[in-house]
């Protein structure tokens, strides 16, 4: 599941991520919750970030888990996040998602 390989862009640094992103190359970039905060608070509110917390987590808990930095244009693929992060997050999908790889576990 999930996107096709063709379809994914390994970016060799934050810096290539952000210009890609700024530049419409990309639509959104995945990194950890600091770093998508850190690009969108910098960004002159070009780009949004959303942080899906299935568990309540306190911000030390947070540091090790997934974000998305999505253009502030691209409304369609931030709604469609938006809704299929809910389902996963009322489901149970995503925490069992983010124990399945140890994301924010110690």
């Known amino acids: 599941e999930g996107l096709s390989p063709d379809r994914v862009l390994v970016m060799p640094d934050i810096a290539t991520a952000q210009a890609a992103l ?3 190359d990309v639509d959104a970039v995945a990194l950890s919750q600091p ?10 509110g070009r780009f949004l970030w959303a942080f899906a917390d299935p568990g309540g987590a306190t911000p030390p ?14 409304t369609q693929l931030r709604a469609a996040l938006d809704s299929l992060l809910g389902v996963l997050t009322s ?16």
């Open 35 to 44: 770093t998508v905060q850190w690009l969108a608070t910098h960004s002159d």
């Open 22 to 24: 700024a530049a419409g």
């Open 61 to 74: 808990e947070r540091l090790g888990r997934p974000a998305l930095a999505v253009r502030r244009d691209a």
């Open 91 to 106: 489901s149970g999908d995503l925490r069992a998602l983010h124990a399945r790889f140890g994301i924010g576990t110690p």
